[in-house]
């Protein structure tokens, strides 16, 4: 052992840790792989692009072929063509991540407006809840150093950001980078340095609205490659979230990487991050950081209300804020040299939860037992020993709209754009039109669940025959799933029912440094509108 670089080596067990390996060791359940694996601890990192369409990577079939980097990622290690965010909007998908959990579980949907999503704008109120455990909670117990570099998007509210959620460190913003604002009625959003401010949007960290022009994305590389040549003596194992939004409207790209792409600004911006990508991995391979287990996706499908000028689904129906696959499902890469086997595809259904019970798993954390966790250990799918079956469980807010099992997907609800947004040109499904599924109202048809066969028809253009011998069988076996899964369920309380704009960025911790701090007004709580 003579001469070897500590990080080379995984950290040592800690005497608890070795006795979850011991009982690892004993239990009939275990692979050989996942023992093997549990006695090397590995870094992880997960890069969560920000409205990221399934159609948007060469190696997803996209024609222009301008992600090289990730694409390289892709033979490099293994793409998952049908994996899936928690929801089909950025907070609840990025709540359910950390925490294994459905939205309607962990608490992050509303009431407010029946079947309809919410997030968390400036003005929210609510945010993670601390009985919430999170994924980098669980890391910190073994001994995890724990970085969150981009959009939190949790709550903005001190009680709510990162450090208190189980991350040592944070470079970023808690909302999405909308603006710019006077500052009077509005304040501009706040990137932070862990608990306090450095500045705003537009006016420290600018965004050119006008060009598209912002060096943003760089300095989250930049902090990213500066995290990871930290570790590079420390013999604890580390945790990167990775999480740059300027793939979100209003996009942005840094001067070298503008009017680069045929595809717009849009496109600009996807090149940007996926030179980032590439600085990420080269980092990891430089200095031999290579014991990381790296998963790449995004946070929900393209926003098609960006009519063009944004992100690309593909062949899938519909896109962001939709229960149907252009919302739900996401380009996934998962990477890790000498575990996971180059240049494979898996058939493994799997979510973003499953990250949470994954990485716990390889930790040696054991997943809490007084909660459902919605999650599974893809192990078994990265090594490509085999796949797990498993339903997935489709929410528009309060409202379970659609369940997948097996190959089978089953809309029981159907609802695309209210009739209200669509007068005002806003449109999530944009030329869609299958009938009895692409709905601007609300349609109960859990009676008569539209079906769709997924391994044959993924872009549910085709739904079957409703009579025959096989869509029988299917509706049989989708109800009985839903009824295991709603007896079960408990609700968490919602953390999205309510707004109060005296709670927006007004004077957030470090605004007095900085003299940036802002006069709020008067506390005005209200039932937050929620129109998708």
Known sequence: MAGLSPRRLPPPLTLWMWAVLLVSLLTPGATLTEKRLLDQRPNFIIMLMDDMGYGDLGSMGEPNRETSNIDSMAQEGMLFPEF???AAICSPSRAAMLTGRLPIRNGFYSTNNFGHNAYTPQEIVGGISDSEVLLPELLSKAGYTNALIGKWHLGHRPQYQPLDHGFHSWFGSPNCHFGPYD????????????????????????????????????????????????QVNSIRPFFLLWTPDASHAPHYASRPFLGRSRRGLYGDAVMELDHSVGRILDTLKRTNLTNTLVFFSSDNGAALVDAGYGGDNGRL????????????????????????????????????MDLFTTFAELAGQAIPGDRIVDGINLVSALTNENT????????????????????????????????????KGI??????????????????????????????DPGETYPLKMGTAEYTRVVSEVWKVMDEHLHDMV???????????????WSPPGCEALHECLRAPASDPYKCDWPH
């Open 491 to 505: 609700e968490g309380r919602p953390a999205l029912d309510w707004c109060d704009d005296a709670v927006m960025n």
């Open 317 to 352: 129906l519909c896109g962001k804020q939709t229960t149907f696959e252009g919302g739900f499902r996401v380009p996934t890469i998962a990477w890790w040299p000498g575990v996971v086997p180059p240049g494979q595809v898996s058939q493994q259904v799997g979510t973003q």
């Open 183 to 230: 500052d009077k009625s509005t304040p501009n959003i706040p990137v932070y340095r862990d608990r306090n401010m450095m500045g705003r949007y537009y006016e420290d960290f600018h965004i050119n609205i006008t060009s598209g022009e912002s060096n943003y994305t760089r300095l989250l590389a930049d902090e990213a490659v500066a995290f990871l040549e930290a």
């Open 388 to 423: 797990t079956e498993r339903s997935v469980f489709f929410y528009r807010g309060d409202l379970l709209m659609a369940t997948r099992v097996g190959r089978y997907k089953a809309h029981t609800w159907t609802f695309t754009t209210p009739v209200e947004e669509l007068k």
């Open 427 to 456: 449109d999530h499904c944009p030329g869609a039109c299958v009938a009895n599924l692409t709905t601007s109202v609300q349609i109960n048809r859990t009676l008569t669940p539209v079906v769709i066969d997924l391994a044959r």
């Open 84 to 86: 899936y965010t928690g």
